[in-house]
């Protein structure tokens, strides 16, 4: 029989073949060395090095290698979109990441097209979401291009919220469409060297006409004050660490890590009560060692929010900020906490709420920031939840403060004190004005009033101390504060298995 011309000749792939591997050659970046050179120049990785890095190695299944713009006068590999499936530490996940070096990152006609079809990939299978966003918006050259003009992307990002975690990454210039679908991410990673906004330096200067260059007018420590950004990492190769840690919380339990030293809880708090302390050292007395991820950290700082790992089991936890305006909750604490609840509840992540609060902030400045409505967002969070959660009082419990941070009323799981813990319905020097305002009024000396303030205040402390309150039964116990990740791991344990979930419980604020 004579041999056919189509058929391989000494292992050589045959033309059909050949071309297809030629054509997916032609988008690896060791074969697009000018792209790569540019790209080495500003000191980023490539879009397929932060997808391998991240990527357990060989698991990762390319979508749309082959597309190229629509706009035929263009080139571009994979239309400047690299997405995909794959896994990390063996949990599948999907990945896409917007690739600076083609056009700089901009979504297009057929990178659109990409990212819908992606999008509904991760709904039907369930997958968790890691998007690199860098990228400078819609591709202007496309503008008469209407063969998509209803794209998806948007509408599907959001659609995701709730269902998957989506985890968006930010390491260079980031405007417009791209830092859209940053900002539907429930979580945002930036390094340093990102620029942020929604809408970039050519828009600016047309509508307000001020020239300012990406970094002036989106610098990364802007975003993290204001809290648009949860991490703000070095570089890359941290973005990829924090990614993967971020990753395990949503993958069950895990090998228990290193004890920290418990014993060390017992000093945390203070013996002079008006004294601040770091309530960070109390997460890390309880967690994991090595397994606290705080996010906002610059935004909200009256609190702290973490996900931890206790003897490898996952948990948010929510803390009061003694070191900040004595832990009272403002508006900027009340919305970082109250998201917060919503992300560990869509996703069923048990949660420890550590409280030490004299209550909600006071006065005319906090008030004009609605205070009113903020603070009642973690209650509408809280209330309606149903991840369960547990309490502990390491000191001040006072007013609508303490009931928001975890008490009775809104049914924690399990609800303890440490020896510290001092309770009331409102601040007590407040309660002491308001009480004896007769006979402080009467004290004509500054110093001596206050002096009178501060014992009266220090008898009604001395009937609210946990032992007292306890005695009352108005929490379940008083814990030595070195038992406190014991107890913790006594509370994870004890829960039920969580049922496979097929449906969205919730959707997540975006703020």
Known sequence: MAESKNEPKGGEPRPDLAAVLQAKAKTLDENRPEAMAKRKKTGHWTARQNISSLLDRGSFQEYGQLAKPAFNLRDGPADGLIMGIGSVSGQSIAVAAYDYTVHAGTQATISHAKCDRLFHVVENLKLPLVFWTEG????????????????????????LSGQVPTLGVV????????????????????????????????????????????????????????????????????????????????????????EPNVMALRDVVPENPRRAYDVRKVINGIADAGSVLELRPQFGKAAVIALIKVQGKSMGVIAN???????????????????????????????????????????????????????????????????????????????????????????????????????????????????????????????????????????????????????????????????????????????PPVPKRTTRKRTIDNW
Request: aromatic share 6%; glycine share 8%.
């Open 321 to 495: 900020q003694p070191m900040v305006l004595a832990g009272a909750m403002d508006s900027p604490a009340c919305d970082k906490i109250a998201r917060f609840i919503q992300l560990c509840d869509a996703h069923d992540i048990p949660m420890l709420y550590l409280c030490d609060t004299p209550g909600l902030m006071v006065g005319p400045e906090v008030e004009a920031t609605a205070l009113v409505r903020h603070s009642s967002r973690i209650l509408t969070a809280a209330v309606n939840a149903t991840a369960p959660f547990m309490t502990v009082v390491l000191r001040k419990a006072y007013g609508l403060g303490y009931y928001m941070m975890g008490s009775l009323p809104i049914h924690p799981a399990l609800l303890v004190a440490w020896p510290t813990a001092e309770f009331g319905a409102m601040g007590l020097e407040g309660a002491v004005k308001i009480t004896h305002k007769k006979e402080l009024e009467e004290i004509t000396d500054h110093k001596e009033r206050l002096q009178r303030e501060r014992v009266l205040a220090d008898e009604i402390r001395a009937r609210n101390t946990a032992l007292e309150v306890a005695a009352r039964y108005e929490f379940d116990d008083v814990i030595d504060p070195a038992d406190t990740r014991d107890v913790v791991t006594k509370f994870l344990n004890a829960l």
């Open 136 to 159: 400078g918006g819609w591709r202007p050259h496309e503008n008469n291009i209407a063969a998509r003009d209803f794209e998806e992307t948007f509408a599907m990002m959001a659609k």
């Open 171 to 258: 390491a260079g210039r980031c405007f417009a469409g791209n830092a859209n679908v940053a900002g539907l991410c429930d979580t945002l990673i930036a390094t340093k060297k990102a620029a942020l906004g929604m809408a970039g330096p050519p828009l600016v200067e047309s509508a307000l006409g001020i020239k300012l260059t990406p970094e002036e007018l989106g610098p990364p420590e802007v975003h993290e004050a204001s809290g648009a950004i949860d991490i703000l990492v070095e570089d890359e190769a941290e973005a990829i660490e924090v990614a993967k840690l971020y990753l395990s919380y949503f993958r069950g339990d895990s090998p228990p890590g290193d």
